[in-house]
């Protein structure tokens, strides 16, 4: 058998979803497992939002479009960024794709060079490693403190950039930590991306799911001509985990590179799914409204739950839809922790160390379930480890 590429030696994958098989095959085995492991909404996508992929697959929308898009699309999502951002950005200067993962990895092979280097949060979302390592460029991880609400400070941002520094990534609200940063850090960090020249990636899949802090965009500094990539999917926010659609908005030049690649890699978006898109943007959003308040008491549950229960801290996250529980005076490891749970209580959590080495001491809890499921789940935590007196 010929060797593989080294690349596989270098791929963990999304590893949450290798406890979500894990979890399913559990299942399978007739075992109860109450899943707070991956970020994926327990509500159903809008039920207007299936019938425009319905009523477009009735219409024949089914063979190949353009591949940087629908034109309708692009508009409207030019549209809701001027809604939410505050600036509406030309066509040319957003691409629909498969969902956001695929946005990552077509902008850091477009925009970055392999030996260049990357600065992102330690913890952080895992595709952000594995991208990073295909594309041979090297990651600079800056830690999240805790004691500051795990938000990203420019000081330590610019403390990472050296000569090979060629883009930053910043994610708020945050996966892991549900952590939201505020205009002023942002804009902070902006400005070292700015005295550098570097590219500043803004993944932005959760950005309406804030709790109370006012959610900040560098895109609205620069309106994506300079130096932003703003990432965006319908995933969260919209309940379309499985539709995989999303759209990136950065300087026209880039995205013209990335479209050729999107091109060549994937031909083009699923028309219908467009549609069934441009159908979310454009209608209704009290659903929407109401999954995000849901969200809002779930957290509210699930920290007071955490808080709980003998050795486990937890602090209120700002955004996102996951609580970052510290767990080190249980005296486990991340995955010793989240290991037990999953044997002893049927309940699958994602440990913390899977996002950067910053993360050991955390195990991370997704409250896109109900709150019966959240009760019971947090009810087998604390049988296991006892309740906090």
Not at 199 to 221: A, C, K, N, T
Request: charged share 20%; aromatic share 8%; glycine share 6%.
């Amino acid at each position: 058998m010929p060797k593989h590429s080294v690349v596989s030696d270098h791929f963990q994958g999304q590893r949450m979803f290798q406890i979500l098989a894990r979890a399913r095959g559990m299942e399978r085995a007739g075992i109860n497992v109450i899943h707070l492991e991956i970020g994926d909404p327990d509500f159903s996508t809008p039920r207007h939002i299936i019938s425009a992929a319905k009523n477009a697959l009735d219409a024949g929308d089914t063979h190949y479009c353009e591949s940087v898009g629908l034109v309708e699309f692009r508009e409207t999502a030019a549209l809701m960024t001027h809604r939410s951002r505050g600036f509406r950005p030309a066509i040319d200067q957003i691409l629909v794709t498969p969902g956001a993962n695929i946005q990552l990895y077509l902008a850091m092979v477009c925009a970055c060079n392999p030996g260049d280097e990357i600065i992102v949060q330690d913890p952080s979302f895992v595709s952000y490693l594995s991208i990073a390592s295909l594309c041979g460029l090297k990651v600079v991880p800056v830690p999240l403190l805790e004691e500051n609400a795990f938000r990203l400070r420019a000081s330590d941002v610019a403390a990472a950039v050296t000569a090979k520094t060629k883009m930053i990534i910043i994610n708020s609200p945050h996966n892991p930590t549900g952590a939201v940063m505020s205009r002023e850090d942002v804009r902070a960090i902006y400005d070292v991306a700015c005295a550098h020249d570097l590219w500043l990636l803004s993944d932005e899949v959760y950005g309406r799911m804030s709790y109370g802090p006012e959610f900040f965009s560098p895109s609205s500094i620069d309106k994506c001509l300079e130096r932003t990539i703003l990432v965006h999917s319908f995933s969260k926010s919209y309940a379309m985990t499985g539709w995989r659609i999303g759209a990136v908005t950065a300087p026209a030049d880039l995205i013209t590179k990335m479209a050729l690649l999107l091109e060549t890699v994937t031909s083009c978006t699923p028309p219908f799914v467009q549609k069934a898109a441009i159908e979310a943007m454009k209608n209704d959003q009290d659903e929407i409204a109401s999954m995000i308040a849901t969200y809002r008491r779930r957290r509210d549950l699930i920290v007071e739950r955490l808080n709980g229960v003998r050795g486990i801290k937890c602090l209120l996250p700002d955004g996102a839809f996951y609580a970052f529980a510290n767990i080190r005076d249980t005296e486990l490891t991340s995955e010793a922790f989240a290991e037990v749970l999953l044997e002893k209580a049927g309940v699958a959590a994602c440990p913390g160390n899977f996002f950067g080495q910053a993360g050991e001491g955390y195990v991370r809890f997704c409250f896109a379930n109900s709150e019966e499921n959240i009760e019971e789940a947090l009810r087998r935590v604390a049988n296991l480890f006892g309740r906090r007196t």
